[in-house]
C-alpha cells in the first residue's frame, strides 16, 4: 500500500509564496494536482522517477517548481508569484507499476495513489 502524505498550504496573499511537501512510502513518479471549487481536477505539475523531466500546467509556468528528493522519497512543489485563482486543494499522486524511469506523467489518470490534500488558499 503505498502512502502519500502532504505538508505545507495555507493562507497567502496574492504575490506570495507558499511550498508543498508530499513525503511517499517509495519511490515513484510524482505529481501535483489541484481542484477548486466547482472545477475539474487539474494538472499542475510533474516529476519523472529519476527526476530528470518535469511537467507544468501552462498556468503555472515559471511561476511553480517541482523538486524531489529520491533519499527521503519526497516530492516538493514551491509556488511563487500566488495568484487568487491558485486557490485550491492540492493533492500529491504516485504512479506505480512498470514504465520508464524517464518519463513524465501529466494525467490524473495515470497516477494510482493519492494523498489527502491540502488547502491553498491566496488572497487578493
Known amino acids: 500500500q503505498v502512502q502519500l502524505v502532504e505538508s505545507g498550504g495555507g493562507l497567502v496573499q496574492a504575490g506570495g509564496s507558499l511550498g508543498l511537501s508530499c513525503a511517499a512510502s517509495g519511490r515513484y513518479a510524482m505529481g501535483w494536482f489541484r481542484r477548486a471549487p466547482g472545477k475539474e481536477r487539474e494538472s499542475v505539475a510533474a516529476i519523472s522517477w529519476s527526476g530528470g523531466r518535469t511537467y507544468y500546467a501552462d498556468s503555472v509556468k515559471g511561476r511553480f517548481t517541482i523538486s524531489r528528493d529520491n533519499a527521503k522519497n519526497t516530492v516538493a512543489l514551491q509556488m511563487n508569484s500566488l495568484k487568487p485563482e491558485d486557490t485550491a486543494v492540492y493533492s500529491c499522486?504516485?504512479?506505480?507499476?512498470?514504465?520508464?524511469?524517464?518519463?513524465?506523467?501529466?494525467?490524473?489518470?495515470?497516477?494510482?495513489?493519492w494523498g489527502q490534500g491540502t488547502q491553498v488558499t491566496v488572497s487578493s
Open positions: 499522486a504516485a504512479k506505480t507499476g512498470e514504465y520508464y524511469s524517464g518519463s513524465v506523467y501529466s494525467g490524473p489518470r495515470e497516477y494510482d495513489y
